[in-house]
């Protein structure tokens, strides 16, 4: 038994997500274990469906174990969204690799741009760089492209980058697992299909942004795209690559999907004009005076993008603020990020899956939880982090066509999926 882990956001699953799956089956892997970020998303937002559409699609083409990311790590920045995931897979004790895309898909320059980031040297030129103005990325990429330029190209590209992470997270827990970096295939990160190529369905490898983008496009708020009803009708992709369309088809129909941050503003911006400077000096991420240029920016704006428009510049990019403020809204402090996350949340699995699940039980560090009711029995920590992911539950229900009513998560119970059919 060879057990290789992948971290993921799957928002939404797509052809790209399988390639990366079966590429790791066949260098060797027997069962593939996913972490998956749950309701919220790294980009500071809820993702397009519920976890468990997402879930299914992993499940119905190659993973055998999903395993959720709570919600304070999976809407975190890349480093502690990385350490989260690299310790559920440790936690879970039988994770032999790490499996991750990349650009580049040279593991040797990921291993070495890891390194040198953490390096002595490299660490006291970024925060001579910071102090200067740089923001992070850009003073730990001008820091790196001294010693090995090479090695910083690689902190260019967003795989590569959040690679790097998974690696330094792997050192810092000291986790017994193999990397194995999948070089990433068709459109970029945040790409768009090239003209002229959608008719090779098994050569396309579209960009989950571009997904999302389209299974949003609606002509009105409340009205779904000629595209969705069709989704909606039939599971029929939006694009070839599309693998999420059977399973989010019965959300669409019923209103809860697709979920749009856009539905909240009035929300946001409640919640943001009630916070004083002091609320948002105990968000993570919050350092250098941010919570004083939020708060001004936060009275002014009009909006959510205006408000990110007037606070964002070279020190302070939007992705960042955008997931303060988003931190802000689902009531997560910076002390939720100061340990690990708490137990290990079964989202859905198969049969080898299952089998899996009980050779864990032997080795596992932290609890496993098939159903929710078994979080409550732990401790407090456990109890806080439980909170948070109900309440973002409860506030996404507000960003789908239709508002649905609180509890979704509690009510919630791993899937489980048989190679006939998925049953709860």
Excluded at 328 to 357: K, Q, S, T
Aim: aromatic share 6%.
């Amino acid at each position: 038994m060879l057990v290789a882990g992948i971290i993921a956001e799957y928002n939404p699953f797509h052809s790209g997500h399988a390639y990366h799956i079966a590429q790791t089956r066949a260098a060797g892997a027997s069962h593939v274990v996913a972490v998956m970020s749950g309701n919220t998303v790294q980009r500071g937002e809820f993702a397009l469906c519920r976890k468990e559409v997402r879930a299914r699609a992993a499940l119905a083409h190659g993973a055998d174990l999903i395993l959720g990311l709570p919600t304070p790590w999976s809407c975190a920045r890349a480093q502690d969204f990385a350490r989260g995931g690299v310790a559920l897979l440790q936690a879970l004790g039988v994770v032999d690799w790490l499996s991750f895309g990349s650009e580049c898909g040279d593991g040797d320059l990921l291993r070495r741009a890891a390194a040198l980031a953490e390096s002595p040297g490299v660490q006291s030129a970024m925060r001579t760089r910071i102090g200067e103005g740089a923001s992070f990325a850009r003073a730990r990429e001008e820091a790196l492209r001294d010693v090995d330029p090479s090695a910083a190209a690689a902190l260019r590209r967003p795989n590569d980058t959040l690679a790097v992470e998974y690696l330094s997270a792997m050192d810092c827990l000291g986790a017994d697992m193999r990397p194995m970096a999948v070089l990433r295939r068709g459109a970029g990160h945040d790409g768009i299909l090239p003209e002229g190529k959608a008719a090779e369905a098994e050569k396309i490898y579209p960009s989950a942004s571009e997904l999302r983008k389209i299974y949003r496009s609606g002509e009105e708020e409340t009205a779904p795209s000629p595209e969705l009803r069709k989704i909606s009708q039939r599971g029929t992709p939006v694009l070839p690559g599309d693998l999420t369309a059977p399973w989010i088809a019965e959300d669409l129909t019923n209103g809860r999907a697709p979920v749009d941050m856009a539905r909240l503003n009035a929300a946001l911006l409640a919640r943001w004009r009630t916070m004083l400077p002091a609320d948002f000096a105990r968000l993570p991420d919050v350092s250098e005076g941010i919570e004083h240029l939020l708060s001004r920016a936060v009275r002014e704006g009009r909006s959510p993008d205006e408000i990110l428009e007037m606070a964002c510049g070279r020190r302070y990019p939007r992705a960042r603020l955008r997931r303060i403020l988003f931190h802000a809204f689902l009531g997560i402090e910076a002390a939720d990020l100061h340990g690990l996350p708490p137990y290990l949340a079964v989202l859905g699995c198969n049969e080898a899956g299952r089998a899996l699940l009980n050779f864990a039980k032997q080795s596992a560090t932290l609890r496993i939880a098939t159903r929710t009711a078994a979080i409550r029995s732990l401790g407090a920590t456990a109890h806080r982090i439980f909170e948070v992911e109900c309440r973002a539950a409860n506030l996404m229900a507000l960003a789908m066509p239709i508002p649905q009513p609180c509890g979704m998560e509690e009510r919630r119970q791993a899937i489980y999926c048989d190679e006939d059919s998925f049953t709860r």
